[in-house]
């Protein structure tokens, strides 16, 4: 089978069709251009195992790995390659072609790895970055509600927006709110505005 020419792909492609590459069609698939001969690709993303979801986002049956911490702790590399192998095998099983995800989560900690000179000093700026994501969740009020004094800066500093936001942005975008009673998080919106509007309200 001869390699295709990426360079030749890229100039045929239309603007469309390179944005639907990067934005998916599904959550866990991207797109297809069959003119060009580009597949569609399933990818899933674990985090203990090679996880799939039905058309209801319903998580389906998989093979459940012991946590990653667990594992690390025993040193033992044969015991890490066995466990790659097993969920290599579930990938091929379900016709998933790519599982972007290593048996250690580690691609936060590479991208700050890449922002600082040693190895010891991007260890410690990891553990602070995630010691400073947990204890400053966010907070429920969209921008637009905030008050003038936390208005310029409290929203734009919570780093959950940035941590989730580059992941769901493409899926979310254009889905209407919908508030139900058996929600998670449940909220009074302030009077006048409905619970979906208030909660996309962005200035």
């Not at 942005?169 to 919908?178: D, I, W, Y």
């Amino acid at each position: 089978m001869a390699m295709a020419n990426i360079d030749d792909i890229l100039g045929r492609l239309t603007i469309d069709e390179k944005i639907s590459l990067v934005s998916g069609t599904h959550f866990w698939h991207t797109a297809s251009v069959p003119r060009l001969g580009i597949p569609a690709i399933r990818v899933s993303d674990g985090p203990n195992g090679v996880r799939e979801q039905n058309s209801s986002m319903e998580n389906l049956q998989l093979v459940i790995l012991v946590v990653k911490t667990a594992i690390g702790a025993t040193w033992n590399t044969a015991l890490v390659e066995s466990l790659r192998q097993l969920q290599g095998q579930e990938a091929i099983a379900k016709g998933i072609n790519r599982v972007p995800g290593r048996i250690f989560g580690t691609g936060y900690s590479h991208l700050l790895a890449a922002l600082f000179p040693s190895a010891t000093l991007g260890g410690y700026a990891n553990s602070l970055f995630w010691v400073i994501l947990m204890i400053v969740p966010g907070d429920l009020t969209t921008h637009a509600y905030l008050n003038d004094f936390y208005r310029p800066w409290l929203f734009w500093i919570d780093l959950m927006r940035y941590f989730f936001g580059a992941s769901l942005g493409s899926v979310l975008h254009g889905v209407a709110v919908e508030c139900f009673s058996s929600d998670l998080v449940v909220f009074d919106a302030p009077p006048g505005r409905p619970c979906g509007q208030y909660t996309v309200a962005k200035e």
